[in-house]
């Protein structure tokens, strides 16, 4: 497994930007970011596999980018035009497959997973 260490969430008004970091130990892929709201399931937010190629949630497409510095082996999650609905925990998530099958923000795609940092947006 993969240990990760996020950074960058905080408190924003609606309309505002945060970056989220994600410090991997070592090179994996596919790697994402995944999302829990109070009472909600967790879901894909965003992920990139071994080629470079990203997948993003509907509600997000638009608003937010993943990318990737391979040298660093760091991902990370630039977010903008926050709305109080992109208010969760998110989630760092690395895999071993390299690519995905189906959809890279299936959670069975990956086995380690950040401790999580904080996002709150409000209106």
């Known amino acids: 497994q993969v240990q990760l260490v996020e950074s960058g969430g905080g408190s924003v008004q609606a309309g505002g930007s945060v970056r989220l970091s994600c410090a991997a130990s070592k090179y994996t892929a596919p790697m994402g970011w995944f999302r829990q709201a109070p009472g909600k399931e967790r879901e894909g937010v965003a992920a990139i596999d071994r080629s470079g190629s990203t997948e993003y949630a509907d509600s997000v497409k638009g608003r937010f980018t993943i990318s990737k510095d391979n040298a660093k082996n760091t991902l990370y999650l630039q977010m903008n035009s926050l709305k109080p609905e992109d208010t969760a925990i998110y989630y760092c998530?690395?895999?071993?497959?390299?690519?995905?099958?189906?959809?890279?923000?299936?959670?069975?795609?990956?086995?380690?997973w950040g401790q999580g940092t904080q996002v709150t947006v409000s209106s």
């Open positions: 998530a690395a895999g071993w497959a390299g690519y995905c099958g189906i959809s890279c923000l299936r959670s069975s795609y990956y086995n380690s």
